[in-house]
Structures are given as C-alpha cells and as structure tokens.
C-alpha cells in the first residue's frame, strides 16, 4: 500500500499545485511615477534650462503669481519680451538669485512684499502687495523662489539639527 | 482510584438538572450507548452500529462527509458574513469592499466561504462519480441516488446564486448570460427569465431574489434533503461496504 | 469487536486526532495573526512613534486612535480610509517638505479636506486600507491615483468655468477648442469654436496645386523641398489643421474635388487705372507697399515669419492665417476682393472691413503677391491638371469619410456629427475598456490618452484621427482637459455641486452693430464677458477714457503700452464710424460706480499738480513701472497723454483700488490717503500730449520695440 501511497499523494498535490499557478497573474502594470509625473508642476531651471525643478502644489501656485506680477521687473525674460529690471536702480535681485535671497528669512520676505520696499529702508520702487495679494499667495511666492533658487535654499532648523546651517 | 475531578464529575452526573438533559446514564453497557446514539437529535440520522470496514478512508475516501462538513462550515461562514452584508445594490459592492479592507477577519471569511464553495462543487462531483463507480445506485438505493442528484442541483444553485451577491463585474455578467440562456427556452424562456430576475433586466430586485434564495431557500432545501439522504444511508444498511456473506448466505463480520 | 473495547481509541488514531487538531489550530490561527499584522495597522503605530520624536506630540495624537479613520459622504459617493495611513493629512505642523510621508500634511486648498474627502480631486480607491490597493492599478480596481500632474483635471469635473487656481485645465480647454476637437468628439465645457473656413467657393481662392501641399503638410511656412524654416509650434502657432495620413491618390483625389468647388464667384475689383498707371512703374512701389501692410498692423492677428539677425521667427498674432508666403497662395483677385469685403467670401470671418484707398490697395496687394510669396514653393508638387470627373467623385466621397466636414463647411457636403467616439466619459473611463493594440505602453488611462494624442494609430492602427504636434507641456495641458470629461455626475448631491459656465452674450443693436461688425472689434476686445482676449476688456472704457480720446485712437491707435508687440490695426476708420464707436464706449460700457462725469476737473489747481508730481518721482517712484515721455518703467502703460486719455473719475478710483476695476490688473494697491490721490489725479491730467498721426518715425519706433522682444 505504501508503494501506491506515495505517488498518489504526488499526483494529488500536483493538481492544486497546476490550478494555483494557472491562477496567479502577474499584477497589472499601474502608473509608474516618470520625473514630470511625481511633481504636480515643473519649473525650468533659469541658469540651466535642461533641468527641470519639481515644484509643489503651493511652489506652482507662487509660479503663477509670479509670473503674472513680479516677473516684469525681478527676472530677464518676460512673457511678454522686453524686462524692466535693467530700467530701475538699484536693479531688482532676480527671483533665483540665492546667493542674495538665501540670507533672508520667510518673515523678512513676507514683510519685503507685502509693506513694500520703502517700508522696509529699501528702494521705494518696490510696491506693497499686501492689499493686491493674500499673504497665503504671498507664501507661496517666497515657497516658488525658494525652490528655484540657485544656489539652492536650505531651510534654517533649530541648532543641533540635520537642517541648521553649516 | 477516582481523582477528586471524576468524583466531583459523577457527583454532577447525579443532579436532577443533569438527568432532565442527559437522560440515558453513563454509556457503559450496549444499551446505554445505543441510547446515546438513537436518543440525540443530531446524532439519530446515523446509525448506532457501523462496520469497521466502512470506517476505513479507502472505503468511500469520507467523500460525502467532508460534502457535509463543508456545507456546515460554509453555513457558518455564511452567516457570519450576513451580518456585514446588504442585498441592495450600490451597498452590495461597497460590503464587499468593506469586508475586505475594515472587518477584522473579514477576508479570511469572504475567502473560507468562497472556496469551501468551489470545494464542496468539487466534492460533491467526486462524491457522486465515486459512488457511480462503486455502484451505490442499484437496488435499493436508487432512490437516495435521485436525493443525491437533487443534492446536486442544490449545491449547484447555491453556488450560481451566491456568485451573483459581491456585484461585480464578474457577477454581473455571469448572471446576465446565465439568464440569457434561460430566456432561450422554448415558450416559456422569457417568463422564466422574468421570474429569475424580479423583471426584465439584472438588477436590485435579480440581488434581492438571489439572495433570498441563496439565503434562505436552497439552504433549507439543502438540509431537507440532506436529511433524507442520511436516513436513507443508515436505512439501507450503512455506508458502502456490502456484507461479505459465506456459501450459505450467513454474513461473515 | 467485543463490548469493552468499543469506544476505545487506539494510539494511531489518537496521535491522528492530536496532529490535525495542532494543524487546524495553526491553520486558523493565521487570519488573526495577519489582521493583527495589518498594514494600516503598521502606520498607524510608525505615526505614533513620529509623533513622540515632535514638540508637539500631544497635539498630534488628540484624537488617535487605534481604528480606521474614514471620510464618509454617502451622498457624494466618498467613502475615504485615506487618512488612516495619512494621519497627519490635517495637522498644519506637518506641513513641512521634511516631514516623511504618509504623514505629510496636506498642501492649503480652497476645499475644506473633510467636506470633500480625498479621492474627489486625487482619485484612486477610497475605501481600500492597503496602500497598493489604495494607489495602484490592481486585479479589481483600475481607477488608480491621478498623477500630481495632472490633478487639475478633477477640477474640471465640477468646475466648468475656467478658475484662476487652475490654469493647465484652462490651457488644455483652450487648446482642445482652438484646435477644435469637439468638431468630431463629443466634449463637455469646451466652447465650440469656429471651424475651418467654409470651402465652398475656395476654387476661386487658391489653385489646385496649393490645396496639394496643403493636404500633404499643413503648414505654409516650408521651402521647396517641404522642410518648416520656422516651426511655427515652437513659437506657439500650430496650424490648426492638423496632418491627415492620406495617400497620393487621395490627395489627388481631394484637391481635384476642391479645385472645382466654386458656388459663388467672387466679384472682381478694377483698381483705378490712374492709380495703377502711376504706381506700376515706381520703384519704391514694393517698399511703399510694405511700409503700408506695416501701418495697417496686419500682424497684430496674423502670424509671420520675420527673418532678423540671421534668425527667423514667427511675429505676431494667432487669430488669422500665416501670411509668409500667402502671394503663393491665393491669386491677386481674390485677394483685393477679400481686403476690400471680406464678408462676402466668408460671412462668419473674424477678419475686419478695413476701408481702403485704391492707391493703399494696390500697394499692399502688390507686395503681398511679389514680396509674401516662394516661387520655389510648388517644385516639388507634381503637375495636376483639371481634375478628372472620376477623381472628383472620389474626391467628394473622400471628404465625408476623412472627416473633413466635422470642421469644414461645404455645399452639398452634409455635416458630420460624431465622427470620432464621444470623449464625454473619457476621464472616468478603466483601463480594459480602452484599446492598446500591439503599442508597449503602460496599460493606463493616462498614457493612452498621451499615446493617442501623440501618435494616434500607435493604439489603433485603424484610426481616422489625424496627427497632431505637441510640446511636452500643451500635451500635458491637453491631457488634463480629456481627463477632467467625467461625464454626468454619479449622484445627485454631485450633480448640485457643478459649477456651470455661464454663457455670455452681448447683443448690439444700432448704428454701433454695423461698426462693430463690421470692424469685429470683439476679436480682440472683451465686452461684458464676450470677445477675444488678446486686447484690453472695453466693458468699462466708457468710465475710464474720454470720449474724444477714442473717437480720435480709433482712427489713429497710438502706442499704449510699450512693452506689448502688438498693436491695433489703423482701419482707415470714417469720421461717422469712429464718432459712433465713441459714443457708444463712452455711454454704454461704462462701470456702474465710476461715472466719468463725477469728478469736476476745474477742482485741480497747479499747486495739486506740483504736490502730485513730487508723490509720483519721489515718494511712490511710479516711474519704476510707468513712462512719462522717454524715462521710465515698460509694465505699465504710457501716461504722456493721461490728461487727454483717462478721465478724472477713472484716475481716482484706480487710485483708490486697482482690482474693482479690473481684477487681474497688474497695479498693486497702494495705502494712498485721499489727499495723495487727489494731487496724484492732478498731476496727471496735466500730462497732455497732441495726438500726431503715425508717421515713418514713429513706424520705426514700433519696429524697433518690436525687434527686442522676439516673439
């Protein structure tokens, strides 16, 4: 008996062996995430326009507002052609300009847009936007530039922690 | 000597509650355990005495009774998952769901139910074709036979019945070919059609009448025969093995 | 077997019952131990360990619990487990880009997460609480996560209105419109814009050999050897039409077809012979021309390839056809027929009615057909004679087929309806019902949409849709607009939610209905909602310029704003015209609470004007953004002429706040006291300039403005 045992134990397994493997697909291929894919928007960067910075929801809000107010006078290029910067003295930092935005605070850029230069002890030709924009779109403004600056902009964090300035 | 736990068990055995439920007194002689068997409700269906032979798995490979263990699991299950489930139609889906991803335990119940319903198809099959190959049909069993069949139709219903229940795509379509058969019946096709599904097209009331059914009417169905079936087995004579019987026709065991 | 023996098991038996029973215990005992082992569960217990390495632990933990956290809305048919892995979703201390995810806090939106739960906007399987069930494509669920990309797209359900939050979907609706999709599809929220040009008599317009090329590459701006010198795409000016993938015979087949499609002749115009006879002979015919199309601004709505400094780009608008090499094109009659009344070739034309002089008419068309033109552009079109009848037919048969009247009118042909499948749902739409062919894309909604845009018989080899060109970020705007066609909404609280757009209509009556047709000023003007966009919104000009200002920019339109290329086209407007455009400005379109009237000039004195004009240089330095003569800032318009242009009242209450009048305006507002606007008003209506009429010099400023901008 145990001779016959053995191999019909094996045929036995191998029946619902055969069915399982039948039955298991290989799991359909979902959406792989590609560069442009993950970010919910992207900008060229200005100083190497082959590279792309991914941008996220409140940095493409600040694009657009950007892009539509400030860009006039705080960039080279306009949408429209012609810049103002290089009319106005002193000249306008440009948006990705880190090495003099980095240095500046969140608060000090908040305040900078929203009560104007004058305001602050700087050019006069640079208006106050606090009664023209929220301060949530004037946040999302400073988040833009933060991510397109170049050098790149690394957040301020508390002494001792992985963030705190070398 | 008796421990202390035997002494206080027979002490128990003694009391006038336990005489009113248990009746029959230790089982120790022939009578009392004969009693234990013809006297219970659940276990009267089977016979008091069994061959040995037939007590051996090669005899009938225990086909019917794992049949039998696997309807009541799937019993069980079933209604375990009843209390998550309602027949309606956005909610049938959206349960489904619910008991894969929120119920505790709720996929390895939806699963236990669904393949102890494949399973027991496929028992049931095997169990038949065996009992076709060992002749259990002829006389006089020919009529457990016929029960058997219906068994078989049973089994067969409630599968195609509780297929419908997750409402899916599967499902769906399942039952709207199913159906679409049956309205190919000569005459009568599309009245049919009409009484299966609770109107003209596979929807809230087709769930509702397939869960009525799968629910409620084929289990009872399912347990009537069953019933029938295992009274018929233990009234002509047991399970499979025939007597061996000498020249003279006295039987041997 | 005797009595006593009975009921007793034997050792085997016992050791069988006792081996199952272990197996059966461990058997069942794995669902509880996978429950207990949960996925969510896991997060949930990494997000508490998070939570103690905060400062603001106590916070974050207020109400956690070891349970699932669902976002219920059965009316909106949200049922979102979403924020049991993504515990921290609402806690704006985790908002930082340092926090790990899932525990991110979700960026500020304008909806309130708990109203609208997540996978309205994100969708994906709400009620699923394992993370691949939840995001992915999986065996049961094939409404995976929408790539960020593209999540404007589930704006667009609701939202059937352009919103400012949202200008990929706005892009996108504007190019499937512009390129007029729905012509074939079927599509929600997209305007149906004006199709091609009726074909009915283009027999008189072009000659056989053109619509050749045309069918074979629609773009005029090609060499001889069919290569692009510009791409006009890049630029931003893709023909409309795009490449249908057709054969020479039936490309044959179609020009003879057209060639003969002649309904209506046109009516041929004699120039004065005088003018002919005293022009022909002139040298500077040519370039006096050219001077001419200049000064009309024919660019300002046409595209033209312009080659300076050795590098050639496209200038000008997109509302009319590329003009580069048009004297190839259409011949000389029909096209002074058309200058002169463009009307009665094409009823429903964008085009205005300029008034000519026979001397400008003959100039312009004579550089238009010498100048605009590439003799070499048909060398590599085969000789087509007249057509024969059989490729006529085939040509007519061919032109219902390929679908050429879903876009082009033409008598006798009927009009097509759902050429293409209704794209309505397409959003919604699961990956196995979509057909990939033999393509090796992923198998998902997204990158099919993406595919078929690109390359549309890459997923169906037997695809009528033509190929169209793209660049990386219109496709994407392209594919956010199909993906936000959702069709109707599941349920009825859904169906209150949507925000329809509302349609403007601006009916004119009057003697201005014929000027403004005739002119077409809302090609580029906007009036209360209804018009183009490529000129300022008129719907308040009446508050804010004087009426004799307009009536005189009407006929001659002055520079306003110096950083913009382009300008009004000069109409050669009549007096009577532009006394009637002026007089309905001034009256009708005027802002409810600016009336021009208000505010009594003769209040200002000099000494206002001098306090005004030290605010202006000195304190508020507007001259950063404003030119006052030849100094100053190019993002506002010029205020040489404010005192003759702006009226009193309009000054003041821009002043006071820019965004009520116009609220995308550019000007920030400022916390001028009512004293400072005063004085500021003063100074400017003393800025008063007379209006010359364009001279060469001024031509010439205009160019060179135009030269440093490049687009």
Redo the contacts between chains.
């Keep these: 008996m145990r001779k016959k045992l053995i191999p019909a134990i094996l045929l036995v397994s191998s029946v619902p062996a055969i069915l399982f493997s039948a039955g298991c697909k290989k799991e359909p291929p979902g959406n792989s995430a590609t560069a442009t894919f993950g970010a919910y928007d992207t900008e060229p960067d200005w100083n190497d326009t082959s590279k792309l910075i991914k941008l996220g929801y409140a940095e493409s809000q600040g694009k657009h507002i950007f892009y539509t107010y400030c860009v006039w006078c705080h960039a080279d290029a306009t949408p429209a052609g012609p810049s103002n910067r290089s009319n106005l003295t002193p000249m306008p930092p440009l948006l990705n300009d880190g090495d003099k935005l980095n240095g500046e605070s969140d608060e000090y850029l908040q305040n900078m847009i929203t009560l104007g230069g004058g305001a602050l002890g700087k050019s006069e030709m640079m208006p106050p936007y606090g009664k023209t924009l929220t301060p949530e779109e004037i946040k999302s403004v400073i988040a833009f530039a933060r991510a397109i600056a170049q050098p790149p902009y690394q957040k301020p964090g508390r002494p001792g922690s992985a963030y705190a300035p070398k | 000597m008796p421990t202390p736990f035997n002494a206080a068990l027979e002490d128990l055995r003694t009391t006038r509650v336990w005489k009113s439920i248990f009746r029959r007194g230790p089982?120790n002689?022939?009578r009392t355990?004969s009693i234990a068997v013809f006297g219970n409700l659940f276990l009267h269906w089977l016979p008091v005495k069994v061959r040995?032979k037939s007590l051996r798995v090669r005899a009938a490979y225990y086909l019917g009774s794992l049949s039998f263990l696997l309807f009541i699991m799937l019993v069980v299950t079933g209604v375990l998952l009843m209390f998550y489930y309602h027949p309606a139609v956005p909610n049938a889906y959206?349960d489904m769901?619910?008991l894969?991803?929120?119920v505790?335990?709720g996929?390895?119940l939806r699963n236990m139910h669904r393949l102890g319903a494949h399973l027991m198809v496929l028992l049931v099959f095997w169990h038949m074709f065996h009992v076709f190959y060992r002749g259990g049909y002829k006389p006089p069993h020919e009529f457990n036979w016929v029960i058997g069949v219906l068994l078989l139709l049973v089994t067969l219903f409630l599968s195609y019945t509780g297929y419908l229940l997750p409402w899916?795509q599967l499902a769906f379509w399942a039952v709207t070919v199913g159906t679409n058969i049956i309205s190919a019946m000569p005459v009568i096709g599309r009245k049919v059609r009409f009484v299966a599904l609770g109107g003209n097209i596979v929807g809230e009331n087709a769930l509702l009448r397939f869960y009525v059914l799968h629910v409620v009417i084929l289990p009872l169905l399912a347990f009537l025969f069953i019933g029938v079936h295992f009274w018929r087995v233990q009234k002509d004579g047991g399970l499979t093995v025939r007597p061996t019987r000498d020249e003279d026709g006295t039987n041997k065991d | 077997m005797p009595a006593e023996d009975m009921g007793k098991l034997s050792d085997k038996l016992r050791l069988t019952f006792a081996v199952s029973t272990v197996v059966c215990v461990l058997v069942l005992a794995i669902s509880p131990v996978k429950d207990f082992r949960a996925e969510w569960k896991h997060y949930k217990r990494a997000y508490v360990k998070f939570a103690q390495g905060r400062s603001d632990t106590k916070r974050l933990l207020g109400d956690y619990t070891m349970e699932i956290d669902q976002i219920w809305l059965p009316t909106m048919n949200v049922t979102d487990r979403c924020m049991t892995c993504h515990q921290g979703i609402a806690q704006p201390s985790l908002a930082d880009s340092s926090v790990p995810q899932p525990f991110r806090a979700h960026p500020s939106i304008p909806h309130n997460i708990r109203e609208w739960g997540c996978t309205i906007c994100h969708r994906g399987q709400g009620p699923a609480t394992e993370v691949a069930e939840a995001h992915k494509t999986t065996l049961a669920w094939e409404q995976p996560l929408l790539p960020a990309r593209f999540l404007q797209a589930s704006c667009g359900s609701c939202h059937q209105a352009d919103i400012k939050e949202a200008p990929q979907l706005a892009r996108g609706r504007e190019l499937l419109s512009y390129l007029n999709c729905q012509g074939c599809h079927r599509l929600n929220t997209v305007d149906r814009s004006r199709l091609g040009p009726d074909l009915s008599s283009v027999g008189y317009k072009v000659s056989r050999e053109w619509i050749y090329k045309w069918l074979k590459e629609p773009r005029t701006v090609l060499d001889k050897d069919g290569n692009t010198t510009v791409n006009g795409y890049e630029n931003g000016d893709e023909s409309r039409m795009p490449k249908f993938r057709l054969k020479e015979e039936e490309i044959r087949a179609l020009s003879g077809f057209l060639s003969v499609q002649k309904a209506k002749p046109i009516e041929v115009y004699k120039i004065n012979p005088a003018v002919v006879s005293a022009w022909s002979k002139n040298p500077e015919l040519l370039s006096q021309g050219e001077l001419r199309f200049r000064q009309m601004m024919c660019t300002t709505c046409h595209p033209l390839a312009v080659t300076r400094a050795g590098e050639t780009k496209l200038i000008g608008g997109n509302i009319g056809p590329e003009l580069t090499k048009i004297g190839s094109k259409v011949n000389k009659a029909w096209l002074i027929a058309w200058l002169r009344d463009p009307k009665s070739y094409l009823p429903n034309t964008s085009m205005p009615q300029y008034r000519w002089s026979d001397e400008d008419l003959y100039k312009v068309s004579e550089y238009v057909t010498s100048k605009l033109s590439d003799s070499d552009l048909f060398s590599n079109v085969p000789q087509l004679g007249a057509p024969t009848e059989e490729e006529i037919q085939t040509g007519k048969r061919l032109f219902t087929d390929k679908g050429c009247s879903s876009c082009h009118v033409l008598n006798g042909a009927p009009t097509q309806k759902d050429f293409g499948p209704d794209l309505t749902a397409l959003g919604r739409k699961n990956a196995s019902e979509l057909e990939f062919s033999k393509s090796k894309i992923e198998r998902n909604l997204v990158s099919y949409i993406q595919a078929k845009l690109q390359d549309p018989v890459s997923v169906n080899p037997a695809a009528r849709m033509p190929q169209y060109s793209w660049n990386q970020e219109d496709l994407d705007a392209v594919t956010t607009a199909l993906l936000s066609q959702t069709g109707p909404p599941p349920t009825s609280a859904l169906q209150h939610l949507v925000i329809p757009k509302k349609e403007t209509a601006f009916q004119v009556v009057g003697a201005f209905a014929q000027v403004f047709e005739r002119y077409k000023c809302y090609a580029c003007h906007r009036f209360n909602g209804y018009g183009g966009t490529l000129a300022p919104d008129l719907s308040y000009e009446g508050s804010r310029a004087q009426k004799k200002w307009i009536a005189e920019f009407l006929k001659n339109p002055q520079t306003i704003r110096p950083a913009l290329i382009l300008r009004m086209p000069q109409f050669n407007m009549s007096d009577k015209d532009a006394q009637v455009a002026a007089e309905y400005l001034s009256l009708v379109l005027q802002k409810p609470d600016v009336d021009p009237e208000s505010v009594d000039v003769r209040q200002f004195t000099p000494a206002m004007a001098a306090k005004g004009k030290q605010l202006y240089e000195v304190k508020y330095e507007c001259q950063s953004c404003h030119t006052i003569g030849a100094t100053g800032g190019y993002v506002g318009p010029n205020l040489n002429n404010a005192g003759n242009w702006l009226t009193p009242a309009w000054i003041e209450a821009w002043l006071r706040n820019p965004q009520a009048l116009l609220p995308d305006t550019l000007e920030p507002r400022r916390n001028f006291t009512e004293e400072e606007i005063r004085a500021l008003t003063a100074y400017l209506l003393t800025l008063r300039t007379g209006i010359k009429t364009q001279s060469v010099k001024s031509a010439g400023n205009l160019h060179s403005l135009a030269q440093g901008a490049g687009r």
């Design positions: 089982a002689s022939n355990r040995e959206r769901k619910d894969q991803f929120v505790s335990n996929v390895f899916d």
